[in-house]
């Protein structure tokens, strides 16, 4: 594949040869190994939405491959699509780099990058689709269990960008997911049609998180309000009482369950303290597997 925008477009096969690939180069980078395929190439990093966990593992991800990046704001382009359009953005980073990433709000953005540039685009987050977090979900679940063939993830809170893209991995992977949200917040229909489509049942969309987390081997969770929603964020804790994951809800689940948030957690809301504390949390695993995921991923379309 050129470019990696969304699960979706993936096939089963791409999607385990990725998760592979981040596997075998963990285990080399871990012991003291590196591969340095990316030697004179350099990677434009655009973000509209600022981010720790993005910004930080693609940088040394292209590092530690030998390459190098360039952190682009939208200030110093006169905001993106916004001075210029996105199609000829595209087309002037071409000649400039060998690869795209972007963390951006519209998932058209990306898109149109994608359409208009020759060289890899990669989405490290739009308003749509999280696919990097989502592999490295994925990664750390195997992590832990040693397989990922019919494990149930049940997720907890806001139908988001991120409940997508675990919708859409899980039924490429043989998984299952149900998600527990209030009115309002669910995953949007299409998504859920489309990710059941692609495997009958693997997507369910409930309203308790007690029944969510039945027989669950992960129980996941994301923030409440995310960025671009912070006007809604009193409701929107008020709308998702009784939806945060503790220690009450936990113990609903199996004991071998696994907690995970793909960060920044607001401790205290949709999350307790003790619960990321605990050990049955691999939150700080699969955050580190956001750096091992995207050194594949970058290996794989920029080599």
Not at 55 to 78: H, W
Not at 139 to 155: D, L, N, P, R, V
Request: charged share 25%; net charge negative.
């Amino acid at each position: 594949m050129k470019d990696f925008l969304s699960i979706d477009n993936c096939s089963k096969d791409y999607l385990l040869e990725l998760l592979q690939l981040s596997l075998d180069l963990k285990k080399i980078y871990k012991s003291g190994g590196r591969d340095t395929c990316l030697t004179g190439k350099s990677l434009a990093m655009l973000f509209e939405k600022p981010s720790l966990r993005t910004r930080i593992s693609f940088q040394v991800a292209m590092t530690n491959l030998g390459g190098a990046s360039v952190y682009i704001k939208p200030e110093d382009v006169g905001g993106i699509g916004k001075r210029e359009p996105i199609k000829d953005m595209a087309r002037v980073l071409n000649g400039y780099v060998d690869g795209i990433m972007a963390r951006t709000f519209e998932h058209n953005t990306v898109v149109e990058l994608a359409e208009y540039a020759n060289i890899p685009v990669i989405n490290a987050l739009t308003d749509y689709s999280h696919p990097c977090q989502a592999m490295a979900d994925i990664q750390t679940i195997k992590e832990h269990f040693g397989s990922i063939e019919g494990k149930k993830i049940a997720y907890i809170g806001d139908g988001n960008n991120v409940a997508r893209s675990l919708a859409f991995v899980c039924a490429k992977l043989g998984m299952q997911i149900a998600i527990a949200s209030p009115e309002n917040y669910e995953l949007d229909e299409a998504s859920i049609k489309r990710a059941n489509g692609i495997s009958s049942g693997s997507t369910v969309q409930l309203r308790s998180p007690a029944d969510a987390v039945k027989n669950a081997d992960v129980i996941y969770t994301d923030t409440w309000t995310s960025m671009g929603q912070e006007e809604e964020k009193q409701k929107r804790i008020d709308d998702f009482a009784g939806y945060q994951v503790n220690s009450a809800l936990v113990s609903i689940a199996p004991s071998h369950v696994k907690i995970m948030h793909c960060l920044p957690a607001y401790r205290g809301l949709e999350i307790t303290d003790e619960v990321v504390e605990s050990s049955s949390s691999v939150i700080f695993d699969e955050a580190e597997n956001r750096l091992h995921f995207q050194r594949a991923l970058l290996k794989n379309l920029m080599e």
